[in-house]
């Protein structure tokens, strides 16, 4: 459908969508699900740009769009990872042996520019907007080349902290209420070499984006959102909970990576455990919870006794972790603790009717997955903008509680402290699982919010409408332009 010349008069040209993830778990996993919601929204095709590794992965994601006949592709673009020197085949931020590699991936990513540029020209239909992690700044120049909006995902400036030292307390700017955080807990605090030289060209790129899409609902947090386009002076468009566009377990269990344990044997082990009994414990793709704090976090699981589901992905790395599970650990919590090493079906866990907590380092995806499944919250934020999370989750919508971080863990830093003991966590167990008022509490909210996040996707919804009005407003983009 293009009917912009029709009758003279303006209507709505298919909107085809080209999507550039940032090709790390936690911003490639959200990129699909944005794919599917558009797609099944409306929109006439959406493309979403990927290397053979990260292909490869979202496997589950490509044949569940065929299936359902979606007008979703991928488009795959050799990764220059030894020119770079990186490994072979080291495409995604999760498969870095080491952090100090991280500005070589960033380097290679923005030598995708030109193959990038050279696809867009060719596809066909052309595309009507491109919508990029931040990363990916150049995308931008590629959009203004085409002439088609460039929309981004979300950013934090943090020349604002330059100056100050780790312990200094900030005031957030841009928050409808008062946030003081020490700095290192602060958003854009990630320490990670070479991000530093290149950020002052993402803000710079940032200021000629055209909006931005953000995971979230305006029911939830609307005043946040107003005064954030208020401070930034861009469109948002809040369009999630995106990973509501899965619906039943098995398209739950295909999204990201290939579980490392039987679904079918995880499923039943859930059905055997009573409702709202279980703790989810999953600090996403890729914290790194040094190996004496993952010794107290199970000693912790150990003395609540409540049934438990603990993702450990500190594996080969960590051996003596290993070493401490096999030393009479696992065979003691046999009976109610699942231990999954490597990645789980988090969204297919965390909405079976077992759940009842889970235990999070506060990403926003594994933030915003808790909200929407109804699930109460414990908190333990590793770095950046985790520590806000936390506070969005125990302060303003009361629907956890925190287990008491008292430091930052960096990505891919090796501490030795412990920065929260087995009783800390022991404490946070009972006061979110046990039947007392505050918990009761929790819990209510917790579902009230988990229904609101369905309904902002549902016919009518904030959400539904946002996405609908974002096919229509690209497309009719595509239409003035030509
Ligand atoms: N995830 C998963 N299984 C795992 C670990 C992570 O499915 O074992 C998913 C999780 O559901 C979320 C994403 O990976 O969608 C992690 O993103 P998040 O923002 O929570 O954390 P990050 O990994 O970026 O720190």
């Known amino acids: 459908m293009d009917d912009c010349t029709a009758g003279g008069s303006t209507t709505t040209a298919a909107a085809h969508f080209v999507l550039v993830p940032m090709m790390a778990q936690g911003h490639a996993i959200p990129v699909t699900d944005m794919a599917r919601l558009l797609a099944e929204h409306g929109a006439a095709q959406v493309s979403l740009v990927v290397t053979p590794v990260n292909a490869a992965r979202m496997a589950g994601f490509a044949a569940g769009v065929e299936e359902t006949g979606l007008p979703v592709q991928l488009v795959e673009l050799?990764?220059?990872?030894?020119?770079?020197?990186?490994?072979?085949?080291?495409?995604?931020?999760?498969?870095?042996?080491?952090k100090d590699l991280f500005s070589n991936f960033l380097l290679a990513c923005g030598a995708l520019r030109e193959p990038f540029a050279a696809r867009l020209r060719q596809q066909r239909p052309p595309a009507s907007c491109i919508i990029s992690d931040m990363i990916h700044s150049w995308a931008g120049d590629i959009a203004s080349e085409l002439g088609v909006p460039w929309l981004t995902d979300i950013i934090y400036r943090n020349n604002l902290l330059e100056n100050l030292t780790d312990d200094e307390i900030v005031k957030v700017s841009g928050f409808p209420t008062p946030?003081?955080?020490p700095k290192a807990r602060c958003p854009g605090t990630l320490c990670v070499p070479g991000l530093k030289q290149i950020s002052d060209k993402i803000y710079e790129a940032e200021t000629r984006s055209d909006g931005r899409i953000m995971n979230s609902f305006q029911e939830m947090e609307s005043l946040y959102i107003e005064s954030f386009?208020?401070?930034?002076?861009?469109?948002?468009?809040?369009?999630?909970?995106?990973?509501?566009?899965?619906?039943?377990?098995?398209?739950?269990?295909?999204?990201?990576?290939?579980?490392?344990?039987d679904d079918a044997?995880?499923?039943?082990?859930?059905?055997?455990?009573?409702?709202?009994?279980?703790?989810?414990?999953?600090?996403?793709?890729?914290?790194?919870?040094?190996?004496?704090?993952l010794v107290e976090l199970g000693l912790g699981l150990e003395a609540s006794k409540k049934p438990f589901i603990w993702v450990i992905k500190a594996g080969k790395k960590f051996p003596e972790v290993e070493e401490w599970l096999a030393d009479g650990f696992e065979e003691r919590v046999k009976d109610r603790g699942m231990i999954i090493r490597g990645w789980a079906p988090q969204m297919m866990i965390l909405w079976h009717q077992a759940i009842g907590g889970f235990m999070t380092h506060c990403g926003w995806n594994s933030t915003i997955e808790g909200i929407s499944a109804g699930v109460p919250m414990i908190t333990w934020p590793h770095c950046s903008e985790q520590f806000v999370n936390e506070k969005?989750?125990?302060?303003?919508?009361?629907?956890?509680?925190e287990v008491?971080?008292?430091?930052?863990?960096?990505?891919?830093t090796e501490q030795k402290e412990v920065k929260v003991t087995r009783t800390a966590v022991e404490t946070a167990v009972s006061m979110l699982?046990?039947?007392?008022?505050?918990?009761?509490?929790?819990?209510?909210?917790?579902?009230?919010?988990?229904?609101k996040a369905r309904r902002a996707l549902e016919e009518g919804g904030s959400s539904y409408n946002n996405i609908k009005l974002l096919i229509q407003e690209m497309g009719n983009k595509k239409c003035a332009s030509g």
Not at 78 to 98: I, K, T, Y
Not at 280 to 287: A, I, Q
Not at 437 to 443: T, Y
């Open 392 to 401: 969005l989750v125990v302060d303003h919508l009361k629907i956890g509680v």
């Open 179 to 181: 946030l003081e955080l």
């Open 229 to 261: 386009e208020r401070t930034t002076g861009k469109k948002i468009w809040t369009i999630g909970p995106m990973c509501l566009c899965h619906r039943d377990s098995n398209a739950m269990a295909a999204r990201g990576n290939k579980a490392s344990m």
């Open 404 to 412: 008491g971080v008292k430091g930052v863990t960096q990505w891919g």
């Open 265 to 293: 044997k995880c499923l039943q082990w859930l059905d055997s455990k009573k409702p709202g009994s279980v703790i989810f414990v999953s600090f996403g793709s890729l914290s790194s919870t040094e190996p004496q704090q």
């Open 78 to 98: 050799p990764f220059p990872a030894a020119e770079f020197g990186l490994p072979d085949g080291c495409e995604n931020v999760d498969m870095l042996p080491s």
């Open 433 to 451: 699982m046990d039947e007392g008022e505050v918990a009761q509490e929790i819990r209510m909210r917790a579902k009230d919010f988990g229904m």
